[in-house]
Nanobody, 122 residues
Framework: VQLQASGGGLVQAGGSLRLSCATS????????MGWFRQAPGKEREFVTA????????YYADSVKGRFTISKDNAKNTVYLQMNSLKPEDTAVYYC????????????????WGQGTQVTVSS
C-alpha cells in the first residue's frame, strides 16, 4: 500500500485547508485510516482516524469541532478538512493506513505517507 498526501500549505489563522491522502491497492475499504502530525521538536501525535467502513471516527481533543475526516472508497482517498486553523496546528501532517485496533496509536498503522507541511501564521 502506498500513500500520497497532499494539500498542505501556508494559511492565516482562522483559515481552512483540505488535505488529501490517495492510496494504492485494492483493499482500501479494509484499512483504518489516520492522520498524525509532528511539529518541530515534538513527538508525532494523533489527530484523527476513520474506520474502514467510515462508520467510526475519532478526534484528538485539540482538533475536535474544527477538523473533519472523511473517505471516498471509490477514489481510495481519505480527506482531512481543517477549519478555524490555529498557529499551534502548524506541523507536518502524515496519513497512515493499518489494521490495528487502537486508532490513537501509531503502532496500529502499517503504512505511512510522506507528509505534507501545514503552516498557520498568526
Amino acid at each position: 500500500v502506498q500513500l500520497q498526501a497532499s494539500g498542505g500549505g501556508l494559511v492565516q489563522a482562522g483559515g481552512s485547508l483540505r488535505l488529501s491522502c490517495a492510496t494504492s491497492g485494492r483493499t482500501f475499504r479494509s484499512y483504518l485510516m489516520g492522520w498524525f502530525r509532528q511539529a518541530p521538536g515534538k513527538e508525532r501525535e494523533f489527530v484523527t482516524a476513520i474506520s474502514g467502513s467510515g462508520e467510526r471516527t475519532y478526534y484528538a481533543d485539540s482538533v475536535k469541532g474544527r477538523f473533519t475526516i472523511s473517505k471516498d472508497n471509490a477514489k481510495n482517498t481519505v480527506y482531512l478538512q481543517m477549519n478555524s486553523l490555529k498557529p499551534e496546528d502548524t506541523a507536518v501532517y502524515y496519513c497512515a493506513a493499518g489494521v490495528g485496533v487502537s486508532m490513537l496509536s501509531p503502532a496500529a498503522y502499517d503504512y505511512w505517507g510522506q507528509g505534507t507541511q501545514v503552516t498557520v501564521s498568526s
